[in-house]
């Protein structure tokens, strides 16, 4: 897996997906016409005329809309620049297979407000937050379990907090700070989710913030057998972002 790739979040989430069906025992196909298949599922990016297809095939459309924003081949809307729901548009790609679908999976509720204003029936719209699920990574060997303990020098009894997010969103970083303070029995790895902006991210940090807990890691990306590692030994996987932010 790639983690500078520019399509990593929509990847990562439809082997996600993926790993989530195959534990359930739920059968799937990459052919989202198969006969067997009853139900079509979209993530961006995609074009309308897939979506009209698989309605000619008799297929029920479910599309994740909005959980990988942060990805210029994935992004659906300019809700994020513009921080503003007025101000925010949908292509009318987007817009014609919202209404075709028979439901829709969005992050939070403000993307729900932004379809429900672009026409689309707030009855097909179903509010499911992002997560991860960890019995994906049950396989892996012990070794690998020790990565996050070495990698960022912890004691084996170390209670591990784990956070995504983009240190442009001063909001993110107050909380996660003031989380810290108040869990000193805690240490708390903030994960920078744009690997391309280390430099800029130090220098954001301690402009905004003068002093930092010492319980308090940040660092971006690094290794995608570290990331997993995280993931396993983690007390709590927490999304505290705001809704821009991703």
């Not at 920078?192 to 800029?200: F, G, V």
């Given at each position: 897996?790639?983690?500078?790739?520019a399509?990593?979040?929509a990847?990562?989430?439809?082997?996600t997906i993926?790993?989530?069906l195959s534990?359930?025992g739920?059968?799937?196909?990459?052919?989202k016409?198969a006969?067997?298949?009853?139900i079509?599922?979209?993530?961006?990016?995609?074009k309308y005329?897939s979506i009209?297809?698989?309605?000619?095939?008799?297929?029920?459309?479910?599309?994740?809309?909005f959980y990988?924003e942060?990805?210029k081949?994935?992004?659906?809307?300019n809700?994020?620049q513009?921080?503003?729901l007025s101000?925010?548009?949908?292509?009318?790609?987007?817009?014609?297979?919202f209404q075709?679908a028979?439901k829709?999976?969005?992050?939070?509720?403000e993307y729900k407000?932004?379809?429900?204003?672009?026409?689309?029936p707030?009855?097909?719209?179903?509010i499911?937050?992002p997560g991860?699920?960890?019995?994906?990574?049950r396989y892996?060997?012990?070794t690998?379990?020790?990565?996050?303990?070495?990698?960022?020098?912890?004691a084996?009894?170390?209670?591990?907090l784990?956070?995504?997010?983009?240190?442009?969103d001063?909001?993110?970083?107050k909380?996660?700070?003031?989380?810290a303070n108040?869990r000193?029995d805690?240490?708390?790895?903030?994960?920078?989710?744009?690997?391309?902006?280390?430099?800029?991210?130090w220098v954001?940090?301690r402009?905004?913030?003068v002093k930092?807990?010492t319980?308090l890691?940040?660092t971006t990306f690094?290794?995608?057998?570290?990331?997993?590692?995280?993931?396993?030994?983690?007390r709590?996987?927490?999304?505290?972002?705001s809704?821009l932010?991703d």
């Open positions: 897996q790639n983690l500078e790739s399509r990593f979040k990847d990562r989430m439809r082997k993926k790993a989530a534990e359930a739920i059968g799937y196909s990459f052919d016409l006969n067997e298949a009853k079509a599922h979209f993530i961006p990016p995609f005329s009209e297809r698989a309605i000619a095939f008799d297929k029920k459309i479910v599309i994740s809309a990988t942060g990805e081949p994935s992004q659906i809307s809700y994020r513009q921080q503003d101000k925010a548009n949908i292509p009318q790609n987007y817009l014609k297979s075709k028979h829709i999976l969005v992050p939070c509720q407000d932004l379809m429900v204003k672009k026409g689309i707030s009855e097909k719209i179903i499911l937050n991860v699920n960890n019995k994906i990574y892996l060997p012990e690998d379990m020790e990565l996050t303990r070495r990698y960022y020098s912890l084996p009894d170390t209670k591990l784990l956070f995504f997010g983009n240190p442009k001063k909001e993110l970083m909380r996660v700070i003031a989380l108040l000193k805690c240490k708390l790895i903030f994960l920078a989710t744009n690997p391309h902006t280390l430099e800029s991210f954001r940090i402009r905004s913030f930092l807990p319980n890691i940040l690094k290794d995608i057998n570290v990331y997993r590692s995280l993931l396993k030994n983690c709590a996987l927490i999304y505290m972002n809704i932010i």
